[in-house]
């Protein structure tokens, strides 16, 4: 066994780090944890993990801080970095101390609820041999009542993120008076999502004698501004370049007008072997319009952003896990903490602003010794974002087409076939046999009677009638009905042409309406199909009523999502959604059953099952709070 590496929420292994190559690197060649004097009771825990050698980052930073030093860290995810902390952090307790009415002696600032559920589990596991420490992990998006239980019966150890933490303090139900040890995980992720007031707050209600441990991907100005002001004549140290790339993961890139992105990452899915794919997006916005979008092109896909309630985060998380999701949509921040080693595939639907960002994107996948794929999206005028990105991370990435329809085609046909020799081997084909022959005798007779055989789809007559009608049904079974493909994979010609030819006036007129929405605000992305023609809303059907409105956080692409995979409809099967305080209203196109009540009942959205049943339409129902979009509004809820 290597070095002791708990997973973080980024990159997965040791191996994503090019440490080597970094020039300011300087651990020491092989140490072991018993080098390192831990207390007898740590030692005891990591002998029992299996680990002996520390990773660089835990060699230089564990000395430092049991010698009660603050320092700054530099280290990607992967490294280990939650051990160099969380060893050092448990070795400050005191364990005998009266820790009850949250009194608590160590705080961990993680960005969030994912980061703070791992690290708080990876301190847990370090304090194996401390039986009276406890530990605790406070986040938002989960139930204010076993948090503050829990603090108020006493824990040393408190990891959560600033938000929760700051309202904590505010109730009253945690105190940082007693705090030795303060750590602040990925604290370049922390300001850049808006919690810079609250870490100052924070770090102005603990004791001036504390010592505080910083850990960051990047050491910007802001970072810096924040080590200078709180922490006591820190020692840096740092280990990894931040523009290492995963060597396990083939890096590819498609030029794709934006208007046909939607379409050109439906064939992606269509062809991928991949067990499972996570796309990213740029913002929340963008993620809810391609998940709504995929799932109304009939994908199983699910979508997580910062304002998805964590137990529906928990459940699609595991579904992917479990393999029964194949397609996850997600911003960058929604994605951190996600380890899943199913993900075969990453597609970067919005190439990100930052070679950071692009790093810790494609570590999704690759995982666990298994080779990934990342495949981004590059419109014609981001080709200066890609070689900024190559010049980053020093490598260039394979440009590839994206498939054609009648790849697409061909792909479904391939597993069909591949298929053919296990079916048989089961057994009971006699039914298709039979019809089979009585279709190609048919065929062969009315072929015979006609005066003009030409006229006949299986004119050769014999084996070559079989052929055939094999052919048609085989044509049939991937969706290819003739001249519907023909003309969307002439489209598909003219869309490569476009994006080998680059922007006419036209094209950036029409990118720039697709990035930005119309003047109405419309934005019109997840309204388009792969022709840029707009999709034709299902028929208004029955309306039924079910049980989750604005008060549970319920939205419109949550519903889709929950009706689709776990209710077992189809997108086609849904038409207008309208979002009313403490229930929502849904026509559907498909006449259900009991079953089909039964199971979308069980349903769940923002942690609440449906509870599905027709609409009455009473008529003192109050319209939709989003009916009416205004500017100072958030957008219409409505689908």
């Known amino acids: 066994m290597t070095a002791l590496s708990i997973p973080d929420s980024t990159l997965p292994t040791e191996q994503t780090i090019s440490e080597q190559s970094a020039p300011e690197q300087t651990a020491p060649t092989g140490p072991t944890f018993a080098d390192l004097g831990l207390p007898a009771a740590l030692q005891a825990a990591v002998d029992d993990l299996g680990f002996t050698t520390p990773s660089p980052i835990q060699a230089q930073a564990i000395p430092e801080l049991l010698a009660g030093r603050d320092i700054t860290g530099v280290a990607q995810t992967g490294t280990g970095k939650t051990a160099a902390f969380g060893i050092p952090l448990l070795a400050a307790l005191d364990p005998d101390a009266d820790v009850a009415g949250g009194h608590v002696q160590a705080l961990v600032l993680a960005p969030t609820r994912e980061l703070a559920l791992q690290v708080a589990e990876a301190v847990e596991s370090f304090a194996s041999h401390l039986p009276r420490v406890r530990v605790t992990s406070v986040y938002g998006g989960s139930p204010y009542q076993p948090q503050q239980r829990a603090l108020r019966e006493g824990v040393h150890v408190v990891v959560g993120t600033p938000g929760r933490v700051m309202d904590h303090l505010e109730r009253g139900s945690m105190s940082l008076d007693g705090v030795k040890f303060l750590v602040l995980d990925e604290a370049d992720e922390m300001l850049r999502m808006g919690f810079a007031e609250d870490v100052e707050t924070i770090f102005g209600q603990a004791p001036a004698e504390r010592q505080v441990a ?35 993961v083939e890096q590819n890139y498609a030029v794709v007008p934006f208007r046909h992105k939607i379409g050109s990452l439906v064939r992606v899915l269509a062809t991928s072997d991949a067990d ?35 137990k529906e985060r928990e459940r699609i998380v595991e579904r992917l896990r479990s393999g029964a999701l194949d397609v996850l949509v997600a ?127 299986v004119a050769a007559g014999g084996d070559d009638d079989a052929l055939q009608v094999a052919a048609a049904l085989l044509a049939l079974a991937v969706g290819d009905d003739g001249p519907q493909q023909r003309a969307a994979q002439e489209e598909h010609e003219r869309e490569r042409a476009e994006a080998k030819g680059g922007r006419t006036r036209e094209t950036h007129r029409a990118e ?104 009455k339409g009473a008529p003192e129902r109050r319209a939709p709070r989003t009916e009416r979009p205004r500017t100072d509004r958030r957008p219409a809820r409505t689908v």
Not at 218 to 240: D, E, G, K, Q, Y
Not at 374 to 389: D, M
Not at 552 to 561: C, L, N, S, T, W
């Open 214 to 248: 910083l850990f960051s991907a990047t050491m910007p100005p802001a970072i810096r501004s924040v080590a200078a002001t709180h922490l006591n004549n820190p020692v840096a140290i740092a280990v990894s370049r931040q523009s290492s790339t995963v060597s396990t």
């Open 276 to 310: 499972a794919t996570i796309v990213f997006t740029r913002t929340r916005k963008d993620a809810e319009e391609v998940g709504a979008a995929l799932v109304e092109r009939g994908t199983s896909a699910a979508t997580i952003s910062g304002d998805v309630a964590q």
């Open 331 to 457: 911003t960058d921040v929604a994605a951190r903490g996600l380890d899943v080693d199913r993900i075969g595939l990453v597609v970067n639907f919005d190439i990100p602003r930052e070679a950071e960002a692009y790093v810790h994107r494609i570590g999704r996948t690759g995982r666990a010794g298994r080779t990934g794929r990342a495949l981004s999206f590059v419109t014609p005028h981001e080709r200066g974002k890609l070689k900024h990105i190559e010049r980053t991370i020093r490598a260039s990435l394979t440009e590839v087409e994206i498939p054609s329809p009648r790849d697409v085609s061909a792909h479904r046909a391939s597993r069909l076939l591949d298929a053919v020799g296990s079916r048989i081997e089961a057994g009971r084909l006699d039914l298709y046999a039979r019809m089979l022959r009585e279709r190609v005798a048919t065929a062969d007779a009315s072929v015979e009677a006609s005066d003009d055989a030409t006229e006949s789809p």
């Open 512 to 615: 720039r309406t697709e990035r930005d929405g119309d003047r109405t605000g419309r934005h019109p992305r997840s309204d388009r199909d792969d022709r840029g023609r707009g999709i034709r809303r299902p028929a208004a059907g029955t309306r039924y009523r079910i049980s989750v409105g604005h008060t549970h956080g319920a939205q419109p692409r949550g519903i889709v999502g929950a009706l689709t995979n776990e209710g077992g409809l189809s997108g086609g099967d849904i038409g207008k959604i309208d979002i009313f305080g403490n229930f929502s209203l849904v026509d559907i196109s498909r006449t259900l059953d009991d079953a089909d009540m039964n199971r979308i009942g069980r349903a769940h959205v923002a942690g609440k099952a449906l509870r599905i049943s027709l609409d």
